[in-house]
């Protein structure tokens, strides 16, 4: 069957794509044509999921998932959360983020933050959500060399190093994206050999 998984984003994809059932045709937005920009006009990371994968649902009649993903920082009540891609503007840059939260993380020494990714699945006429979370804390400085975003200042729970210090394949291990892609992986497993 075949699966949308609803990104550009070709590093994601891969990482998802080596995971999945064999008879599981996975392609990405750009395999089915779609350059619509579509709205994450919600307040939440599950509704942004929910109205990425309805709308490609909808237009091609295909089996979808997407992802959303926020950092919450309990200092700043759960901000950047939903805007964290932008949180500095709409320019959407990592460096510019990660300033902004130094700065208002500066002097605070409750810095304790969780990344969550949600995942909204469009499989046989109904709705999955699926969700994974990583506790830790914001750094008072950048660290480390891989990654994206705000790897360089996260530090998860129980390692010295931030995410970017981290090789990807111990991130995936413990990563809130890695969670929620493993409970997506099982479910389709699950699912598609009944
Ligand atoms: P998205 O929903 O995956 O596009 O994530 C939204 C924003 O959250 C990104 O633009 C990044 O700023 C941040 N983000 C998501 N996942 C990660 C991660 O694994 N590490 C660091 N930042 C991330």
């Known amino acids: 069957m075949k699966l949308v998984f609803a990104t550009h984003n070709q590093n994601k994809f891969n990482e998802v794509k080596v ?5 599981i045709e996975l392609v990405s937005l750009t395999d089915i044509g779609c350059y619509d920009e579509i ?3 919600a307040q939440t990371l599950e509704g942004n999921a929910q109205i990425k994968a309805d709308f490609v649902t909808k237009k091609y009649g295909l089996s979808c998932f997407s992802d959303d993903t926020g950092l919450l920082v309990d200092a ?7 805007l964290s891609a932008r949180y500095a503007g709409d ?5 510019d983020n990660m300033d902004k939260l130094l700065l208002e993380l500066k002097d605070k020494t409750q810095r304790s933050a969780r990344f969550e990714t949600v995942i909204a699945l469009n499989i046989n006429k109904k709705q999955e959500i699926f969700k994974g979370v990583v506790h830790g804390q914001i750094t008072t400085k950048k660290a480390g060399k891989e ?4 790897d360089p200042i996260f530090q998860p729970q129980g390692y010295e190093q931030t995410f970017a210090d981290l090789s990807l394949s111990v991130k995936n291990s413990i990563s809130h994206r ?3 892609i493993k409970k997506l ?10």
């Open 178 to 180: 890695g969670k929620a």
């Open 19 to 23: 995971l999945l059932p064999p008879h």
């Open 39 to 41: 709205p994450e006009t």
């Open 91 to 95: 320019q959407k840059n990592a460096t």
């Open 185 to 194: 992986v099982t479910y389709l497993h699950q699912t598609l050999s009944k």
């Open 147 to 150: 990654g994206f975003g705000y």
């Open 76 to 82: 700043l009540n759960g901000a950047p959360g939903v």
